[in-house]
């Protein structure tokens, strides 16, 4: 089993510090059907983690439609408490494929915030920072939802 270390050594070994306002991330759920669906969450002016409000609306999902897989495109990895939410959502849902990418670590200095993402990468979610393929991807996620362009 990998571990965070493993999987992104050159950002955990960078001294950059982030500072970000808020998170937000688009979403990608095939459902058995092979159907999909996409979405899009911010913390920006919600009292909830963008994460937490996705796994409230997978949640609500499953009494309908049950997803096969969710892929979740991230500006920034989960906090501490979020990945630990996202951890105890997929030991739930086990049959679900999950996979996070996303273009920064949060925090990845901070003990608390680097065991989250351990925790992450040793329930066999999927993690990944961003590489050409999965830009693509969130560009087309983008376009689904929003067709006109406008981000926000």
């Not at 960078?14 to 970000?20: G, K, Q």
């Not at 670590?105 to 680097?114: K, S």
Request: hydrophobic share 35%; net charge neutral.
């Amino acid at each position: 089993m990998s571990t965070i270390q493993e999987k992104c050594p050159s950002y955990l070994s960078s001294n950059r510090e982030l500072s970000l306002v808020f998170s937000e991330l688009w979403g990608d759920v095939t459902f058995q059907d092979g159907r999909h669906t996409y979405f899009h969450r911010q913390s920006k002016g919600n009292p909830q983690h963008a994460e937490i409000q996705v796994l409230s609306y997978l949640s609500k999902l499953q009494d309908g439609h049950r997803p096969r897989s969710v892929h979740l495109y991230m500006n920034v990895s989960p906090c501490r408490n979020c990945a630990d939410a996202v951890v105890r959502f997929h030991r739930s849902n086990g049959d679900i494929s999950l996979a996070l990418t996303f273009s920064s670590l949060y925090a990845h200095h901070g003990e608390n915030h680097r065991q989250g993402l351990e925790a992450l990468a040793e329930s066999g979610i999927q993690l990944a920072v961003f590489n050409e393929n999965q830009w693509e991807a969130l560009a087309h996620c983008i376009q689904v939802i929003n067709p006109a362009g406008r981000v926000g």
